[in-house]
């Protein structure tokens, strides 16, 4: 993130953003304010791209529970959304609890930032579409869904609401 903040200062057009974040080896919180933080300095410019990685011995390594990864990275990404979106952002989950506090900086893109959620499963496909958030994968699927992240991005340029927003069904 350092090495994206630097270029940011640098540039003035081009994206900037991650591939793969193993999002559950951060703390969630300074993940989110370091990718706001990257926004806010590049002008609207950051890709937030989180997966969940597949080592058993990296969350052996990390401390994080191995098991039930892909319900606490839902809920890691409903929080980061929350982070981003809410001026006091208060949540109660089953892997992770915020006490209602003011966060920031809130990133400038809007509703949020742009997701990238790397995927290996198909389910997980049809999430990322009803969510809004744009799914990568090595198997050539990223292409079909650049499309979408493109329609997003117009979307919130010209003030419409982003279908797909809603998660609910995640919690």
């Known amino acids: 993130m350092e090495t994206l903040t630097f270029v940011a200062a640098k540039t003035e057009k081009i994206a900037l953003g991650t591939c793969v ?69 208060e949540f109660r989950g089953r892997y992770y609890n915020i006490p209602a506090s003011k966060i920031g900086p809130k990133p400038i893109q809007k509703p949020r930032i742009p997701i990238y959620r790397w995927v290996f499963f198909q389910h997980i496909f049809k999430d990322c579409q009803i969510c809004g958030w744009v799914a990568a994968s090595s198997s050539g699927f990223f292409r079909l869904y650049h499309k979408r992240y493109q329609d997003s991005k117009r979307e919130r340029r010209e003030g419409k609401q982003t279908s797909g927003d809603n998660c609910t069904h995640l919690s």
């Open 21 to 89: 974040i193993d999002m559950l080896f951060h703390n969630l919180v300074i993940l989110g304010r370091q990718f706001a933080t990257l926004d806010v300095l590049s002008n609207g410019r950051c890709i937030c791209g989180l997966c969940i990685g597949w080592s058993k011995d990296e969350y052996m390594v990390s401390n994080v529970p191995f098991e039930n990864r892909g319900a606490r990275a839902d809920e890691f990404i409903q929080v980061l959304t929350r982070i981003w979106t809410d001026d006091i952002v």
